[in-house]
């Protein structure tokens, strides 16, 4: 069943339909009503198809490449410092390097029972790389849309390199998404954006995991980007089913990264408002985050209030610092946007707002490698020299 998040309609299973008829507003997929203990995916392989019986799509269908099981790696340095016990969930690991592949597994498989022959989506970069792999996986159709000039390199080679028809949008992603979102309420494709709640179905594994990954524990804090607000909505929903299926007896403050250029919603939240106004012209170099009018911003601000938790923003400095701190002390690679979520936690601690000795995840959504003109620019140039060993030992002088 397929509900309004905001008036509570409800749609059948295979309707295709992204916004509720009704009053307009996101929809979302009711928890499927299964008796399951823990036991059944501790016995399973690590990946996002162990927890099948919680995913409403048919998983004996399912377009996979084994997404999922990520790295959760403790980070006793940074933590040490920040003073707080960290871990981070290394998203940049899925097979098309951002977190993005969980939604498609479930997205696709979705395209694929209901039978439809093109599927498309607008993007930053990350959703049509995966887009464009598992499409290419089931046999489909893809065309996507791409803000001109605004797209990290490697990003832009995997969605062209799979196959996808790749369009590039004279217009910011905000536009982009528009034009897409209006194609495929005629028809003209099957939408895989975030506004399509069967993405997040998949994406909200990234909560299971944290949970099981601490052996059945919520953290105090879960800290990650947020620029359509997708990602933010997903974990809470997977972390509120498995407190709502006894699995463990508290829930994470759930803390939402923007930067500072593109952050309606934390402007919002710092009105103590639940309504977000969007920004006209974002500007981020953290490109995935480039984003003024985040659809699922209602379901965000519900995970913000419902948890406790908050949204912050950082600047573009902060974000290259933080990525570079987290790739040189814990030899973590993340792309920009990624390190939005470090670079939060570190200004949330330094303002008293997070707590000595808490338990924090932050989500690193994407691999450095995804923008590696950004990586190279922000780093001092090799030093050129000859093979000639005296030479080599008077530049590794100490
Ligand atoms: C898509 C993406 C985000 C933002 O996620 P939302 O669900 O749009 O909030 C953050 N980081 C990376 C690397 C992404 O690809
Ligand atoms: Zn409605």
């Not at 929809?27 to 919680?54: A, M, N, Q, S, T």
């Not at 250029?261 to 490109?287: H, L, Q, W, Y």
């Not at 670079?343 to 994407?366: H, P, Q, S, Y």
Request: charged share 25%; with cysteine.
């Amino acid at each position: 069943m397929i509900r309004c998040i905001s008036c509570g309609e409800e749609y059948d299973d295979d309707e295709v339909i992204y916004t509720c008829d009704k009053c307009g507003s996101v929809l979302e997929i009711e928890p499927l009503d299964v008796d399951v203990g823990r036991d059944v995916f501790e016995c399973r392989k690590d990946c996002l198809w162990r927890y099948k019986e919680l995913i409403p799509v048919d998983s004996s269908m399912r377009v996979t490449l084994d997404e999922g099981g990520t790295p959760f790696v403790r980070c006793d340095k940074i933590g040490g410092e920040l003073g707080v016990d960290l871990y981070v969930k290394v998203e940049g690991s899925n097979p098309t390097g951002s977190f993005k592949d969980r939604g498609m597994t479930v997205g696709v498989t979705k395209a694929v029972e209901l039978g439809v022959d093109t599927v498309g989506c607008a993007s930053t970069g990350n959703t049509s790389a995966s887009l464009s792999a598992y499409a290419a996986r089931a046999g489909l159709r893809c065309v996507v849309f791409l803000p001109s000039g605004k797209v990290a390199l490697g990003k832009l080679a995997q969605a062209m390199f799979h196959g996808a028809e790749v369009i590039s949008i004279d217009g910011n992603f905000d536009e982009a998404l528009d034009a897409m979102t209006s194609l495929a309420c005629e028809r003209y494709l099957y939408l895989l954006n975030s506004i399509n709640p069967y993405r997040l179905e998949g994406q909200k594994t990234i909560g299971y995991e944290i949970v099981q990954s601490l052996g059945w524990r919520s953290p105090d804090r879960v800290i990650l980007p947020v620029g359509n607000a997708g990602n933010i909505s997903a974990i809470w929903k997977g972390i509120s089913e498995f407190y709502c299926l006894g699995f463990m007896d508290s829930k994470p403050m759930m803390t939402g990264i923007q930067a500072e250029g593109a952050c309606p919603i934390t402007n919002a939240f710092k009105r103590g408002s639940r309504d977000v106004v969007p920004v006209e012209n974002p500007e981020t170099i953290a490109t995935a985050i480039r984003i003024g009018a985040p659809v699922s911003y209602a379901k965000a601000m519900n995970a913000i209030y419902d948890s406790d938790g908050c949204c912050e923003s950082v600047s573009d400095e902060e974000i290259l610092s933080a990525q570079k701190y987290l790739a040189r002390n814990e030899g973590i690679g993340v792309e920009p946007a990624s390190a939005a979520s470090i670079a939060g936690l570190i200004k949330l601690r330094n303002e008293g707002l997070i707590d000595k000795g808490e338990e924090i995840v932050c989500v690193v959504t994407g691999h450095l490698l995804k923008d590696p003109n950004t990586a190279i620019d922000s780093c001092s140039k090799p030093k050129e020299v000859s093979s000639n060993i005296d030479d080599l030992k008077k530049l590794l002088v100490k």
